[in-house]
């Protein structure tokens, strides 16, 4: 790679005696070009869609030939060496990988990345930024199991609820005051159906046995009703977080009771008024645990250490393909030290439409969201502090790190910028994934430092492990990365283009092991406890997960949902 140039120190003729044996002609020392980018500084946040790209460029050996921006835009030298080009951005991470060439065919590269605006300040509520659609399925799926609405419906009518409510309240009637001592049933059933606007729900009590006190004129007595079934149905609306109920009526099947000496006009009332009590007691249960569960997706919960998750419902409402949840969410670092104007990029995409998919449920989730995701890791310094040795390393890369790189104490890697999420351009991809001033560096066992600065544009797929964890898998093709490395520390004798050169060839397989520097997230699952303290330590946990990512940039998740 490296020309010499051979210096004759005496002209040479067929008059003139010929050199002594071993002697050696002096080569002379070929000096490299050298390149400085000025502007931008490294890791930088810019609020502007445009900057100047501006530094210079000096001579080595040989005369300058070019200066080329991303291998193929050349950039116009001043006589001085100086350059300053306005460049155009993208919202989110910008690649700059610059190439210096002299007409000796030494060259001087560098590598920059920049954050671009517009940006979200850090752990700004981003309003609407997911959507939620809770299928039919995971409203009822016609089992009693704790892991739709229906299920927890039976459950707290059985466990609390009906019998609270109407058992111990004395009512004064015209003939008798009346205590229900008892309320009893054998089972519950609860069905609920989506429609285009509303959610029609029954509600059915078996084998009902209400027992109950009597007094008249300092006399009591007691006696008891039963049916075979109470049947409640009503029509649950929904708009934002607001559930009410309407058309609500109770019938009771099988309806019988007896009473001891007093007038058999008790019964009567007792059947009208356990069908007034039952009906106010079931349809505001239904309700408020319909509400409840709307409320249940109000979360804030740590994703990891100094990563919060914030999210508040927005707007609720009904169709034929379930609940359709509109929520605001956030991301946030709570620890950390960001640098000025610091924040999360702001990109278009249209939210997906309704319905999202036929699973039980499906969450999209904007683009936005995710950035700020990654945002929030970076900030915590999560993606930030690796540290391998050369036998850890070995397993990384698949081969021992050679000289000039190596032999190797230990290699440590930072990023300086938060990671960004993007459109995919392989087909085969769910996204892009940029990584912004990686910083590698090699310490040598003799004592050296060779430090670099690494900038990737690589596909990504996102999936989730037999645990429901996220799993982020990144092309390692190096044909399709797209790269720039600048070398920022390094000894004086060797050639940094060529240690650029050595650092690419390694990048691809530390990406294959992406895993290595991704923290574990799972999502957060519904705790139940809030339904009911019987129900405390009962939670409903995302599974059997899909990703996709539509071409809004919105990431989209199929799944179930159970105890």
Known sequence: MRIFIIMLLGACSGDEPAPEDGFTMPQAVVVLPSLEVQSPERAAFIGASTLALSGAVEAGSAALDRLTLNSDTDIPLSSDGAFSVPIGLSPGINIFSLRAEDLGGERAVDGRAVYAGPLYPPGELLEESVRLQLGPELLDDDDSDLDDVAGIAEYLLEDVGVADAVVGQTIETAYADVTPTSLDFGSVSVDLVPTSEVILAEVVLHDLWMDFDAEQWGLSTDGSIWADAVVLTTVLSISGDTVTSSSTVLELEGYGGEIDWLPDAILTWAEAYLEEELAATTEALVTDLMGGYLGAFAIDTELLDGVVLS?????????????????????????????????????????????????????????????????????AGALSGFEYDGTALIALTGAEIAPPLGPLERLTLDMDLPPMLGEATQDDMDADLSLGEWRMAFHRDDGALLAFSVNVR??????????????????????????????????????????????????????????????????????????????????????????????????????????
């Open 458 to 563: 690589v596909g990504a797929q996102v999936r989730f492990t037999d645990a429901d964890a996220l799993s982020l898998s990144l092309d390692n093709r190096p044909s399709l990365i797209t790269m720039a490395v600048g070398v920022t520390d390094w000894p004086s004798s060797l050639d940094a283009g060529d240690l650029a050169a050595l650092v690419k060839l390694m990048v691809p397989p530390l990406l294959g092991n992406a895993d290595n520097f991704l923290p574990s997230i799972t999502l957060p699952p519904i705790e139940l406890g809030g339904f009911s303290t019987s129900m405390d330590g009962i939670a409903l946990t995302p599974q059997a997960l899909t990703l996709s990512v539509d071409d809004g940039g919105w990431v989209v998740l199929d799944g179930a949902f159970g105890p």
């Open 311 to 379: 999210v508040a419902l927005a707007d609720a409402s009904v169709s034929e393909a379930g609940l359709l949840l509109r929520l605001d969410a956030a991301v946030s670092a709570t620890s950390g030290t960001l640098p000025p104007e610091a924040g999360s990029a702001i990109t278009d995409g249209p939210a997906p439409d309704w319905p999202l998919s036929d699973a039980p449920f499906s969450v999209a989730v904007d683009d936005d969201l995710v950035n700020q995701l990654l945002f929030a890791l970076w900030g």
